[in-house]
C-alpha cells in the first residue's frame, strides 16, 4: 500500500478481524467509515521489516468489524508509525507500522462492551483480545494472545514525590515564585501530558498502596498512616504493578521511601515482586527523633510513669535486598543520611537503568523519593545554593535529580521506548509544625504549597488530593497536551500492567481504570467521573465531573472531622478553594454521587476489606461465607441518598457493613 494516500485497502485476517484503511478527511468518532474502493494492497516484496519506522503516510481512518459477529466498531484517526488507540462503548486499539516501506500489519482488538449480556466480571469491563500479522503474501499470521500497546515492551520510570504540592513547579504556576526554578520538570510536562486533575489519596501509605496495586486502601487494610512499633503494611496476596511487570520479565527496582510493611524479611518490596529495593521501612519524619535532646542511645529517657522502665526505640533503619537474599540494614535514617539519600535513590536507579539495558531487559523503576516531606533537609551539594532557604534549595536538588534520570534515558538510547511518569504520593503539608519541635533543626520552612486549591493533606479538600502529574512517553503521548480530565492513582496500576503487556487480576476488586486511549490522546475523555475522597476508613468527600460532596467537615491536619449536616456541595471549576456551597439548585448532583458511592459500598460488601494487621498468609474467604462489617463511614444523610438512590435498581440491604458516624 505504498500509494496510500490515493488508495484504500482491505485486510482479512484469519483471526476473524478485517480492516479497511481509507484516505480523505477524518471521521467524527460516531461517523460510519464506508469504502469508496476496495482492492488488496501489493505487500508481495523480498523482504519483511518489522520494526517501527519513522516515515508518515496519508493515511486518515480506519475501520473495522469482527466477522461473523455482527459488530461494528467505530475507529479514530490512526497515524502509522504511532502506537494509537481508540476508546468508545464499543472500541478497539489498533497498531499499523508505516504502509510505506513496511510489509508487516499488525492489528490488535480490544473491543470493550458497556453494557454486555450476562454478569460483568469483576472490573468492570468485558474484553476480546486478538492481534494478526499480514505476511507478504497476503495471508494471516495465527493470532496472538496478550495485547500491550506494542510489540516491544516499554520501560517504564515512575517518580513519586513525598507530600508535594499542586503549585510548586513552574509549569503548574510555582516555580520562581516558590524561590526557584524547576525547567528539567517543566520541559518534562511540554514533552507530553500535564494533567490537572490527578487525583491521590490523602495520606502516604494509603497513596502508595493505591499506587502499587490499583486498589483504594480500604480494600488492603493500608487507610491509614500506622502508628510506629504496630502491626503494618500489605499483606504478601496483594498484586503490585512490580509483581505483574516483573510476571512478562522485566527487570524492577525500588529505592526510597516505602511505608508498605516494616518487617524487612516478611513485607519489603522484594516481596512484592521487585528484584531490588533500597528503602526506609517508615517516614522520613522519624528522623527528627535523632535530632533530638530526647532522644539519646536509641531509646526514650524518660520512663511513662513512675517506677517503670524506659521504652526502647530504635531509629528508622535503611535497608537493602536483592530478591533470593536476606534484607541488610546498611544505614540508619538520620538528618545525615537523609541529606544524601535522595542522590543515592537516582545514583542507585541510573545504575539498574543501565544493567537492565545492557542485558536486553525491559525495566520497571519505581522512584519514591523521599522529599519534601519533613524534615526539609537539603543535599550538602544544594544547601544555600538559592539563598532562598532550605525549601528554595530542595527545589533546585530534586528538579536537577529528575534530569539525571531523564538524562540517563538519553544516554543509554531508550528515550522512545520509555514511559516516564511524573507525580506526587499527596498534596502540600501546609499545617504549622514548629511548635512541636524544639529546637527548629532546619531554618524555618515547612509550608507547601496548593497553588489555587484549599487545604493539605490528611484532609479531603483539593489541597490534599489532588497533584501535579505529568506522562511522557515519546511518540505516542503527544506533546504539549494539557488536560483537566478526572484520573486516580489507581488508573495507573491498570494502564501500565496493559502497556507492558501483563495481566490484570480478575479474583478481587481492581479500582483502576485502562486509561490507554486517553492517554495516547485517542480521547479527549479519560472516561472517569467519579473520585472517591477516602480518610481512613471514612468516605470524606466525592468529585462527580466538576462537582464535589463533602460529607464530613475537616480542615486541616490538626482539626476534627465530623459528619456534615447536609452534603455541602461545591462546583470546582467556580470555586476552586470550595468556600461556597450551591446545594440549591444544584442538589439533583447527590443522585450521581450516591449511585457511585453505593456501587463501592456493595463491592466492599462483595469482597470484605482486609482488616489493618492482618497477618500473612491472607486467604480471602469463599463466596457465601459470613463477611465482616466494611466500617466505611459515609454518614448519615449520604447513607439514606444511597440507599435510595439503590433501591431504584434492587431491593435495599441496609446492611452492607454501613458504620455512619452520629453527630
Known amino acids: 500500500m505504498g500509494d496510500c494516500p490515493e488508495n484504500s485497502g482491505r485486510f482479512r485476517f484469519s483471526s476473524g478481524f478485517r480492516i479497511r484503511c481509507s484516505s480523505g478527511p477524518t471521521r467524527k468518532r460516531d461517523s460510519t ?11 508481495h516484496r523480498d523482504e519483511v521489516v518489522s520494526q517501527r519506522m519513522p516515515a508518515a503516510v496519508g493515511l ?54 458497556s453494557r454486555p449480556e450476562g454478569p460483568t466480571p469483576r472490573g468492570g469491563h468485558y474484553r476480546y483480545r486478538t492481534r494478526a500479522r499480514l505476511r507478504p503474501d497476503g495471508r494471516a499470521s495465527r493470532p496472538q494472545a496478550g495485547l500491550g500497546m506494542s510489540d516491544e515492551q516499554p520501560n517504564i520510570v515512575f517518580f513519586f514525590w513525598d507530600n508535594f ?13 516558590r524561590g526557584a526554578v524547576t525547567p528539567r520538570i517543566d520541559d518534562l510536562a511540554g514533552e507530553g501530558l500535564k494533567l490537572l486533575n490527578f487525583n491521590v489519596e490523602a ?59 516494616s518487617d524487612p524479611e516478611q513485607r519489603s518490596p522484594v516481596d512484592f515482586g521487585f528484584d531490588e529495593a533500597v528503602w526506609c521501612p517508615r517516614t522520613a519524619d522519624e528522623v527528627l527523633w535523632t535530632m533530638q535532646s530526647y532522644f539519646p542511645d536509641g531509646a526514650v529517657t524518660a520512663a511513662p510513669y513512675a517506677g517503670s522502665t524506659r521504652i526502647p526505640l530504635e531509629p528508622e533503619p535503611i535497608y537493602s535486598r536483592r530478591k533470593g537474599e536476606k534484607s ?59 539563598q532562598r532557604g532550605n525549601w528554595a534549595d530542595i527545589l533546585t536538588q530534586m528538579d536537577a535529580f529528575t534530569g539525571t534520570i531523564l538524562d540517563k ?59 501535579p502529574c505529568l506522562v511522557r ?28 503487556g501483563g495481566t490484570v487480576p480478575t479474583d478481587r476488586q481492581i479500582d483502576g481504570m485502562d486509561m490507554s486511549s486517553f492517554l495516547l490522546g485517542a480521547d479527549e475523555d479519560s472516561g472517569r467521573d467519579m473520585i472517591l475522597c477516602l480518610q481512613g476508613n471514612r468516605l470524606q468527600a466525592a468529585k462527580w465531573r466538576q462537582w464535589k460532596v463533602h460529607l464530613f467537615q475537616q480542615d486541616d491536619f490538626y482539626s476534627t472531622w465530623a459528619p456534615t449536616n447536609v452534603p455541602i456541595l461545591y462546583n470546582l471549576e467556580w470555586d476552586p478553594r470550595e468556600e461556597h456551597q450551591v446545594d440549591f439548585p444544584h442538589a439533583w448532583v447527590l443522585h450521581p454521587v450516591a449511585a457511585g458511592a453505593g456501587a463501592f459500598l456493595k463491592s466492599l460488601a462483595v469482597e470484605p476489606p482486609i482488616r489493618p494487621g492482618t497477618p500473612d498468609p491472607y486467604v480471602p474467604p469463599e463466596p457465601g461465607e459470613l ?37
Open 33 to 43: 467509515a464506508s469504502m469508496t474502493e476496495t482492492r488488496k494492497p501489493n505487500l
Open 60 to 113: 486518515r481512518s480506519v475501520s473495522g468489524s469482527a466477522c461473523g459477529t455482527g459488530r461494528d466498531f467505530d475507529v479514530r484517526m490512526i497515524r502509522p508509525g504511532r502506537r494509537s488507540s481508540a476508546r468508545a462503548s464499543q472500541s478497539i486499539d489498533i497498531q499499523i507500522t508505516d504502509l510505506n516501506s513496511v510489509r508487516r500489519i499488525t492489528v490488535s482488538v480490544s473491543a470493550f462492551l
Open 165 to 177: 504540592g499542586w503549585g510548586e513547579l513552574g509549569c503548574y504556576g510555582g516555580g520562581v515564585l
Open 203 to 261: 495520606q502516604c501509605t494509603p497513596s502508595r498502596s493505591a499506587l502499587l496495586t490499583g486498589r483504594h486502601a480500604i480494600r488492603s487494610g493500608t487507610q491509614t498512616v500506622p502508628l510506629t512499633g504496630g502491626p503494618d503494611g500489605m499483606t504478601r496476596w496483594e498484586v503490585t504493578i512490580a509483581r505483574a511487570l516483573s510476571d512478562v520479565g522485566y527487570a524492577t527496582g525500588m529505592w526510597g521511601k516505602w511505608h508498605l510493611g
Open 328 to 386: 541488610e540494614r546498611i544505614a540508619t535514617y538520620d538528618a545525615e543520611f537523609r541529606a544524601g539519600f535522595d542522590r543515592k535513590i537516582t545514583d542507585w536507579a541510573c545504575d539498574f537503568m543501565t544493567r537492565s539495558t545492557q542485558a536486553g531487559k525491559s525495566f520497571y523503576v519505581y522512584l519514591p523519593y523521599t522529599q519534601v516531606h519533613i524534615p526539609p533537609i537539603p543535599d550538602p551539594q544544594y544547601a544555600g545554593t538559592t
Open 409 to 467: 534515558l538519553d544516554e543509554l538510547g531508550i528515550r522512545e521506548n520509555t514511559i516516564v511518569v511524573w507525580a506526587s504520593d499527596n498534596g502540600a503539608d501546609t499545617t504549622n509544625h514548629l511548635p512541636a519541635i524544639d529546637p527548629d533543626p532546619v531554618g524555618g520552612q515547612w509550608h507547601g504549597f496548593s497553588g489555587p486549591w484549599r487545604g493539605g493533606l490528611f484532609t479531603a479538600l483539593e489541597g490534599s488530593n489532588r497533584t
Open 473 to 500: 512517553w515519546p511518540g505516542n503521548v503527544p506533546a504539549g497536551r494539557v488536560s483537566n480530565e478526572l484520573v486516580h492513582e489507581v488508573d495507573f496500576f491498570t494502564t501500565l500492567v496493559t502497556a507492558a
Open 627 to 663: 463477611q465482616p462489617q466494611t466500617h466505611l463511614q459515609i454518614g448519615p444523610i449520604m447513607q439514606y441518598i444511597t440507599t435510595l438512590v439503590r433501591s431504584h435498581d434492587e431491593p435495599p440491604d441496609p446492611g452492607h457493613g454501613i458504620e455512619h458516624q452520629s453527630g
